[in-house]
Nanobody, 124 residues
Framework: QVQLVESGGGLVQAGGSLRLSCAAS????????MGWFRQAPGKERELLAA????????DYAASVKGRFTISRDNAKTTVHLQMNSLTPEDTAVYYC?????????????????WGQGTQVTVSS
């Protein structure tokens, strides 16, 4: 069982930056690939970024590539999402998720554990 707690959300002006963090419980954190997702009102949950268990492989959705960076610290069992050049279209609830197995996946259904989410609001 893995418990995930997100933090770092909030209100930011367009063009600003935020850094989200996700703290994970458990001693086998490196055995899990991790992903950051978001869900805006009336929209489906979408994968933004994923990182392999070792941190050596990352992948991004086209909508955030070049603006967002995912990273992880296995010693501290945390994963981060650095978000730059934010726009109002980035407003959503952001979730981190863990997938059993080190390899990344683009499928939402592949992720086994989810945090409660943190709200990000970008004002124009």
């Amino acid at each position: 069982q893995v418990q995930l707690v997100e933090s770092g959300g909030g209100l930011v002006q367009a063009g600003g930056s935020l850094r989200l963090s996700c703290a994970a419980s458990g001693r086998t954190f490196s055995m899990y690939a991790m992903g950051w997702f978001r869900q805006a009102p009336g929209k489906e949950r979408e994968l933004l970024a994923a990182i392999s268990g070792s941190g050596g492989i990352t992948d991004y959705a086209a909508s955030v590539k070049g603006r967002f960076t995912i990273s992880r610290d296995n010693a501290k069992t945390t994963v981060h999402l650095q978000m730059n050049s934010l726009t109002p279209e980035d407003t959503a609830v952001y979730y981190c998720a863990a997938k059993r197995g080190r390899g990344i996946s683009h499928a939402t259904t592949s992720y086994d554990y989810w945090g409660q989410g943190t709200q990000v609001t970008v004002s124009s």
